[in-house]
């Protein structure tokens, strides 16, 4: 019974010692500039060239975000970053953007140094477009 309780003690002892690596989105904060929206097909591929449209997303450090597009606001609002786990057990990072209008819309998104692409397949999904944006410096 002494035996019990002293492997039952360092089981507890043992669980409440671990602690589970919890990893912070990599900062978005800054201005984006759209350079394409990639498709299977590349005949479908949009750019500002090919559009006529200038746009440019800015995530500001107080958790608001913008979108201009030829210098027009044409979205804004506050904004949260979380990482998830995907369709494929993968983990995904996640914003979620909240405006006037629209209260739960979240966009699955990469992030590297000046690269910045949004896309539902990185939940798992199949076939949707990427929407890359450059870091404006």
């Known amino acids: ?10 089981g507890i002892i043992l669980c409440a010692s671990c602690k589970k ?23 479908y591929n949009k750019t500002p060239e090919n559009t006529g449209i ?6 500001n450090t107080n958790g608001t975000y913008s979108l201009t597009q030829n210098n027009v606001v044409v979205n804004e609002g506050t904004y949260t970053t979380s990482i998830v786990t995907g369709y494929q057990g993968n983990l995904v990072t996640d914003v979620l953007f909240t ?16 690269s910045l692409y949004f896309s539902p397949n990185l939940m798992g999904s199949v ?6 944006y450059g870091r404006q410096k």
């Open 1 to 10: 019974m002494k035996q019990n309780l002293i492997l039952f003690a360092c």
């Open 21 to 43: 690596n919890v990893t912070s989105p990599k900062t978005i904060i800054g201005e984006w500039n759209w350079t394409i929206e990639k498709y299977n097909n590349q005949k």
């Open 54 to 59: 200038q746009e440019n997303l800015w995530f």
């Open 99 to 114: 405006n006037s209008r629209v209260k739960d819309s979240v966009a699955s998104y990469l992030l590297s140094t000046d």
């Open 127 to 132: 076939g949707a477009s990427t929407r890359h």
